[in-house]
């Protein structure tokens, strides 16, 4: 029965290098670079009257989000695009636009563009 302190020492042996491997997968999972997840945002060309799908895609909620969220979401795209920061006047007014019939605020429609 010389066999079985063998075996033992070849399974006692194959889990260490199994340990190991996994050991170095681990580590090299963890030194990845972070990369942000690529958010897909509205393309563009708007309609003629804003609905409210366009308005929840132009700022990446659901129609029905809650106010808060809206209000988020504005904050979030209205940084990205601010006219003093190299934004568009345009894709600004579009942006509040678009918060303001989201969250029920209507005003009169001054698109000069």
Known sequence: M??????????VAAAA???RS???????????????????????????EMTRREAALILGVREHAAIEKIR???RKVMVAN?????????LASKINQA???LTGNTKPSSSAF
């Open 2 to 11: 010389a066999a079985t302190p063998l075996v033992a020492g070849i399974a």
């Open 17 to 19: 290098v199994g340990t």
């Open 22 to 48: 996994l050991i170095q997968a681990w580590r090299a999972f963890k030194a990845r670079p972070i990369v942000p997840r690529a958010r897909r945002f509205y393309p563009g060309g708007f309609q003629p």
């Open 72 to 74: 988020e979401a504005h």
């Open 82 to 90: 601010h006219p003093d920061a190299g934004g568009s006047h345009y």
């Open 99 to 101: 918060k303001d019939l």
